[in-house]
């Protein structure tokens, strides 16, 4: 006869939320999507810093080598990978400013004793962060005009 | 302290990185002229001061760049002593990258 | 509101391979929190949910569950600022489920034993056999008091995003509570734990999402705490931290009022 094992002794379920808790977690504001799109604006990067010094190697085999590497690269296509580039550095670089300055604790404010409603301090400093969005919005539509003209 | 030490090296190389980093795609996508021809490279790759940022682009860029992913290999679970391992491989991925990378435009100069 | 849709996850070990959502329908009263739907649930409709909470008031921290898509205390939320008739109930996420929406939190008080939550004092000796007041100004006190209203109750670290990927990671509230340790004058074990947090899965592995902050349901504003250990340490390996003196003791006078004479018993 099989004896039943007591609920307490039963392993708990696993329940992490794993990569998706990186990219969709729950009702959150501004920060924590900001997160998200700096790990992705990274990743791209990286990829694109990958490809690029790949590419550079045509360089070696000459002038003839390097034009047709890169009439290959000029296409609609590889405007547009280069267009998302400029972007994501434009966001990495003013996001990772932002970063910088508030892990080493500045522009977040002091500690306050918490007084109901509670503002954390990413929301009272929240301007800050629009008008950094703002100046990366700007530099994007900037990129794009230069891009297309 | 060894975390904080890495994570200071990447905040330098971040600003480091907003100024050569910037510099390059300004020149390289955003200038008028052809900055793509071989002409345009070959004449960049002659000055000491195009070599100098694009070799600091380069130990900037892999230091900054490999860290990320260190970080992002670290959030899964990675175990402790393991990350001695992962960090040495790392290193030797950043010297052959930059070692490859370098030869090119070092070579043209 | 008349009615609430409630659709509560329900899992029993050994039974379900999964969890999965039951609909409730229940009568909307005024005032009514989410804790007061469960145990209406509970004591009317099906006795077989799970969930843990004890205070019923926001004090002990025992009541984390996701009420749609967000992480709160149940008995610290009232159904009307939900703006919905339609109310889902998770477990907290990032911890394991033990049954319906109790998850277990061990994970979350090892990982806060592991920082040594408790003043390490110079002086043990004061310390176990106190003489006199430690002496405190009130922006010394302020540096650090906010942090000092944790509930240990997780919702932060359900929150977190790399907690949702890092079993090894510390945490917001692990963190948090290094740092009202090591700016609270009377410790000194800052060095100790820095050297604890300072490991591949340790405080640099926050990346500021803010979620945590978002989350915490007694304005504590872990991230904050983080963002503020982050610079001590980086001011300390760069030996630019300031030193600090130990806090000071206030022997206060014994005899501080006239002795009263006690009248005579009137029953002997």
Sequence with gaps: METEVASSEKP????????????????????????????????????????????????????????????????????????????AFAFHALNGGRLILQHLGYTLGKPKPP???????????????????????????????EFVT | MK?????????????????????????????????????????????????????????????????GLRTIILEFSFPNYAVRVLDWALVVIGIAIFGYAAYIPISAF | MQELTFKVQRYTPGQDKEPYLQEFTIPFTEGMTVLDCLIYIKEKVDNTLSFRSSCRMGICGSCGVLVNNFPMLACHTPVEELQTDRIEVRSLPNFPIIRDLVASLDLLFEKHKSIKPYIISSDIREAEEPTAEYVQSREELESYVQFAYCVKCGLCMAACPTVATDALFLGPQPLGQVYRYCTDRR????????????????????HLAGACSEACPKGVDPALAIQLLKRAMVFDSMRLAKKRQPVTLAHLPVESKPKIEVPEFTVK
Aim: with cysteine.
């Design chain 1, 12 to 87: 708990h379920l696993p329940n992490r939320l794993g990569v998706k808790g990186w990219v969709w977690a729950g009702r959150y504001t501004l920060e924590r999507y900001l997160y998200t799109l700096h790990r992705l604006t990274g990743l791209g990067l990286l990829l694109y810093v990958a490809l690029h010094l790949g590419a550079n190697g045509f360089r070696l085999g000459g002038e003839e080598s390097w034009t047709s590497a890169i009439d290959f690269l000029t296409n609609p296509f590889g405007r547009v990978v280069e267009y998302l580039v400029m972007a």
């Design chain 1, 115 to 145: 007084i109901y409603p509670y503002v954390d301090s990413m929301r009272r400093r929240r301007l800050l962060t629009w008008v950094m969005l703002a100046v990366i919005v700007a530099l994007a539509i900037y990129i794009l005009v």
């Design chain 2, 3 to 67: 975390e904080t030490r890495l994570k200071i090296l990447q905040y330098i190389t971040g600003i480091g990185l907003f100024f050569f980093a910037g510099t390059h795609l300004i020149v390289s996508h955003l200038s008028s002229g052809e900055p793509t021809t071989w002409e345009s490279v070959s004449g960049r790759a002659a000055s000491a001061g195009w070599l100098t940022l694009y070799l600091l682009l380069l130990i900037f860029g892999l230091y900054h760049g490999l860290h």
């Design chain 3, 187 to 206: 410790d000194m074990g800052a060095k100790e734990r820095f050297h604890e947090v300072d490991s591949p899965h340790g405080v640099w592995l926050c």
